[in-house]
C-alpha cells in the first residue's frame, strides 16, 4: 500500500523559510511527477511546484525564484525549500505522486497536507 508523508510546515514571519518534506512508502510501478500543491482558506488547490522523472521543474509565477523543488537521495523522497515566504503563501501544503499502475494507467497519490501559516 502506497503512503505519502508530507510534513515540514508551520508558523514563520514573512521573509523566513520553511522546508517541506515529503516521503513515499510503498511500491509505485511508475513516477510519472511529484508535486506540490497548496490550498489556501476559500481558495482552489493549486500547483505549486512539479519535478519530472528527467529532473525538469516548474514552477507557479507566484513562487517563481522563492521556492525550489528537489528530490532527496533517498528514492521517493521529494522535498520543497521556501524562501522569503510571504503571507500570501499561508496553505495546506500537499505532496502529490502522478504515476502509472501496471497498466499504465494513471494514479494520483496524496499526503494529507502540512499546514504552513505566515504571519507579518
Known amino acids: 500500500q502506497v503512503q505519502v508523508m508530507d510534513s515540514g510546515g508551520g508558523l514563520v514571519q514573512v521573509g523566513g523559510s520553511l522546508r517541506l518534506s515529503c516521503v513515499v512508502s510503498?511500491?509505485?510501478?511508475?513516477?510519472?511527477?511529484m508535486n506540490w500543491y497548496r490550498q489556501a482558506p476559500g481558495k482552489q488547490r493549486e500547483l505549486v511546484a512539479s519535478m519530472s522523472g528527467g529532473g525538469g521543474t516548474n514552477y507557479a509565477d507566484t513562487v517563481k525564484g522563492r521556492f525550489t523543488i528537489s528530490r532527496g537521495d533517498a528514492v521517493n523522497t521529494v522535498y520543497l525549500q521556501m524562501n522569503r515566504l510571504e503571507p500570501e503563501d499561508t496553505a495546506v501544503y500537499y505532496c502529490?505522486?502522478?504515476?502509472?499502475?501496471?497498466?499504465?494507467?494513471?494514479?494520483?497519490?496524496w499526503g494529507k497536507g502540512t499546514l504552513v501559516t505566515v504571519s507579518v
Open positions: 510503498g511500491t509505485i510501478f511508475s513516477i510519472n511527477t
Open positions: 502529490n505522486i502522478g504515476s502509472f499502475g501496471s497498466s499504465w494507467q494513471p494514479i494520483n497519490y
